[in-house]
């Protein structure tokens, strides 16, 4: 069968679409696995000195003009003023909103931004970009420096992201940071879905959903950052980038 790339999909995007689709000569991993670490080595020079962050995902397609926007741009306010730098994959949307929350509060707003084949512009309310080229290399970054993961509505993406975080905290592989839900109405289909299918089915435990903070309202954000900070002892202040 012959394999295409996705429409779009041309020069380095196309590369990586051959290098998950099949077997290469040894050469050419090779040179890939060496683009890999030069990535990673670049993320981590450009956000060591971050500071401690709180990542906020959701999706780049719900505009200004709806609730979740709202929410989202209220919860970077409170995430500036209880300290934390705000961390979001620096597109449109709700990431925008939480971007320009933060930076409106005098808060720190950063974007770890992706190459896509659909090219979209990052938000202009970022303090400092850092562009992917790898998705699997940006979730790492999204999540190391982080200390809490904040979910707005979003698709296909965010539950990607949303999965990989409860996965890393329930087999051990990061500590027990809180996860956030915003949007009770949102995630209810979900949520009953675990309940009534997952658990029942014992593919999860009750402490996967228990770990679950389902909420609409960006104050209890800032009750549950502030309480990771304490437990932390981070002795966080409102701070500027």
């Known amino acids: 069968m012959k394999r295409l790339p996705p429409k779009g ?60 926007y709202a929410r989202a741009r209220a919860i970077g306010k409170v995430l500036a003023e209880s300290g934390y730098v705000t961390m979001t994959g620096g597109g449109p949307g709700l990431m925008e909103a939480a971007n320009r929350g933060a930076k409106e509060a005098g808060g720190a707003s950063i974007g770890c931004t992706i190459r896509l084949p659909t090219e979209y512009e990052p938000n202009r309310y970022l303090d400092r970009r850092v562009d992917f080229f790898y998705f699997f290399v940006r979730k790492v970054m999204l999540v190391k420096y982080s200390v809490a993961f904040v979910i707005c509505p979003g698709g296909i993406g965010t539950l990607d992201e949303l999965s990989e975080a409860l996965t890393l905290i329930q087999t051990g592989k990061l500590y027990d940071f809180p996860v956030v839900l915003i949007g009770t109405e949102y995630w209810k289909g979900m949520l009953d879905w675990m309940k009534n299918t997952l658990l029942k089915e014992q593919a999860i435990s009750a402490s996967d959903l228990e770990r679950l903070i389902v909420t609409d309202d960006p104050e209890v954000v800032r009750e549950v950052v502030n309480d990771i900070g304490d437990r932390l002892k981070l002795g966080l202040r409102p701070r500027r980038f």
Do not use: C, Q, W
Request: overall charge positive; proline content about 2%; aromatic content about 12%.
């Open 9 to 68: 999909a041309t020069g380095d995007l196309a590369d990586e679409v051959i290098f998950l689709a099949m077997k290469r000569s040894r050469r050419a991993e090779f040179r890939t696995l060496l683009r890999m670490m030069f990535e990673y080595v670049r993320g981590f020079r450009a956000l060591h000195f971050l500071g401690p962050a709180v990542t906020v995902f959701g999706s780049a397609r719900l505009n200004e003009s709806t609730a979740a």
